[in-house]
């Protein structure tokens, strides 16, 4: 079976025959957008705009552009959504994580399953690339359209706080949604704290969950509000009280289920996750094997050597991130916490002083460099992340690559090392332009 026509709402990706969707832009480009899907052959293009002298016959103009699509990609994918099981996780930290968790456990329980995430997209046992952590629109019918034809039955999500407001995940009848935390992140986009939370409780307060469960974290302030504004739907409200909770250097236990994973942060992940699969009714022999077996790629991922000198990847990107996973290294070292970590170019500034000042008071030994600078100096993001530090215990090395062969120089037996900001990524952005760089292969190179 084929989907019935090609849609697209990037006119960069339009090819001869298309249906494109102006979507509004702040700004006001739809136009020019809807111009350039014509010229290279858009069959027809819907937009709030009245048709261009000449097109008359190629455009349909619309009240709502997005509901349009909607409704249009409803029908030309045969309504995929309908036919999936479909899971949502959304917060600042901890997405990919449950999403990891939640799709091993229902593969342990037998089910096919697709996954959308930050790390990679998977269809059953195809991997794909993910460009995003929740892709667009028109992208993610077409995913859930390939999921179904492959005998899918469950999609596991991650949900970002730009995909709600910009009604990316528009007609997803979730099933269940998890909210991790929130914490300082995405300010650049969002502008505010209030308006970050009140984008995350659209997927919990919307058409979105419809007759769904909404499983909270509420250890967090954000989270014990946002379940206390849901009384009018079925909720659960998570907390480490209601659990027996163990650690060692293996990892960590909540009630009879060992988890390979570390960290105070991965204890409150793997609750939900435990609450979402006795709510969901799956066995719990599922449960304890997906979990004793998780690995997530740069999530607190070990790296070591013969020698016994041991380093974290981690993709601590945020404050309370950093934080989290400086603590969790905490516990597993003897003599000095080392770290390597910047803060990306082009994005929420705010957040950098904030770094520093976490890295000052929770690691014994600092690299500050670049974590994708993109299009800003790197020398002066540096800058920013020096305003956090009230002394100068401090390296300061643009070139992450030197950093981290520095900062691995000086690791001593009982020391650890953590690498934050990427995790997983195996790129750094200079200017516009990608290039090949990995925490984990610099590493192995050094070591």
């Not at 029908?75 to 901890?94: D, H, I, Q, R």
Request: a neutral charge.
């Amino acid at each position: 079976m084929k989907a019935k026509n090609r849609l697209r709402d990037d006119s960069r990706k339009v090819d001869s025959g298309d249906i494109f969707f102006a979507v509004p832009c702040l700004d006001g480009s739809e136009k020019a957008h809807a111009l350039e899907a014509l010229e290279k052959g858009a069959s027809s293009v819907v937009s709030t705009l009245p048709a261009p002298k000449g097109f008359e016959d190629r455009w349909a103009s619309v009240n709502d552009v997005i509901f349009t699509r909607y409704l249009f990609a409803k029908e030309n994918f045969g309504n995929p959504f309908s036919k999936l099981n479909c899971y949502a996780v959304t917060g600042s930290n901890g997405k990919t994580s449950c999403a990891f968790m939640m799709n091993a456990v229902l593969r342990a329980a037998g089910k096919k399953t697709a996954l959308l995430s930050t790390i990679h997209n998977l269809i059953d046992d195809k991997k794909e690339e993910a460009h995003l952590t929740t892709p667009g629109f028109l992208e993610l019918y077409e995913f859930a359209f390939r999921a179904v034809e492959a005998g899918c039955t469950e999609l596991v999500m991650e949900v970002s706080s730009h995909a709600l407001v910009q009604g990316r995940v528009m007609g997803i009848p979730y099933k269940a949604a998890l909210f991790t935390n929130l914490s300082h992140d995405h300010l650049d986009f969002h502008g505010t704290m209030e308006n970050y939370y009140q984008a995350k409780k659209q997927l919990f307060i919307s058409e979105l969950l419809g007759k769904g469960i909404g499983i909270i974290n509420i250890d967090n302030s954000y989270g014990n509000r946002l379940y206390g504004e849901l009384f009018f739907r079925e909720r659960i409200g998570i907390s480490k009280k209601q659990f027996k909770i163990s650690s060692n250097e293996k990892g960590i236990k909540i009630d009879n289920v060992k988890v390979s994973l570390f960290g105070e942060h991965n204890v409150e992940n793997a609750m939900l996750i435990i609450e979402w699969a006795r709510e969901m009714n799956l066995p719990e022999s599922a449960l304890i094997t997906a979990l004793e077996n998780i690995h997530v790629p740069g999530r607190f991922e070990v790296v070591c050597n013969k020698s016994g000198k041991l380093a974290i990847v981690d993709y601590a990107h945020t404050p309370d991130a950093l934080e989290r996973t400086l603590i969790a290294a905490r516990k597993i070292c003897r003599k000095n916490l080392l770290l390597v970590f910047g803060c990306g170019g082009d994005r929420d500034k705010t957040k950098r002083p904030e770094m520093g000042a976490i890295a000052e008071k929770l690691a014994d030994k600092i690299w500050v460099t670049s974590d994708n600078p993109r299009t800003e100096d790197p020398e002066q993001i540096l800058k920013d992340i020096e305003k956090g530090f009230s002394a100068k215990k401090y390296n300061k090395i643009a070139d992450r690559k030197e950093a981290i062969k520095e900062a691995v120089q000086a690791l001593q037996n009982g020391d650890v090392l953590v690498v934050a900001g990427k995790g997983h990524e195996d790129y750094q952005i200079i200017g516009k332009e990608k290039h090949h760089f990995s925490d984990k292969e610099e590493l192995i190179d050094v070591f």
